[in-house]
Nanobody, 129 residues
Framework: QVEVTESGGGSAQAGGSLTLACVVP???????IGWFRQKLGKDREEVAV??????????DYADSVKGRFALSRDNAVNTVWLQMTSLTSEDTATYFC?????????????????????WGQGTQVSVSS
């Protein structure tokens, strides 16, 4: 197990931006970092995942956030950021960061939440129109 710590979140106006941070130590072991979100009364869904080992890192995004959200990372501080722009009320949710080991250093990370073993506590994002 590894400790997963999220920060950021809060409130924004529609069209605005927020950035979430996820700190997961031992990046060479836990290469896959995933961001998921859970809207009120709905199942947890994928937002974006990143293999933080290679340069450049390998990221994948859900269709609903492509072109608006971007992942970045700094392995020196074991941190992955989720930069969210052009926010809409549909982005209102609790956002969770998760980590898992990766099979190969240059593999794509899985997008299913069931593949992730370690989770943070979640951080709330609220977007008002």
């Amino acid at each position: 197990q590894v400790e997963v710590t999220e920060s950021g979140g809060g409130s924004a106006q529609a069209g605005g931006s927020l950035t979430l941070a996820c700190v997961v130590p031992h990046y060479t072991r836990y290469g896959c970092i995933g961001w998921f979100r859970q809207k009120l009364g709905k199942d947890r869904e994928e937002v974006a995942v990143i293999n933080r080992l290679p340069e450049p890192p390998i990221a994948d995004y859900a269709d609903s956030v492509k072109g608006r959200f971007a992942l970045s990372r700094d392995n020196a501080v074991n941190t992955v950021w989720l930069q969210m722009t052009s926010l809409t009320s549909e982005d209102t949710a609790t956002y969770f960061c998760a980590a898992r080991p990766i099979a190969r250093w240059n593999a794509r990370c899985p997008t299913s939440r069931s593949e992730y073993s370690d989770w943070g506590q979640g951080t709330q994002v609220s977007v008002s129109s």
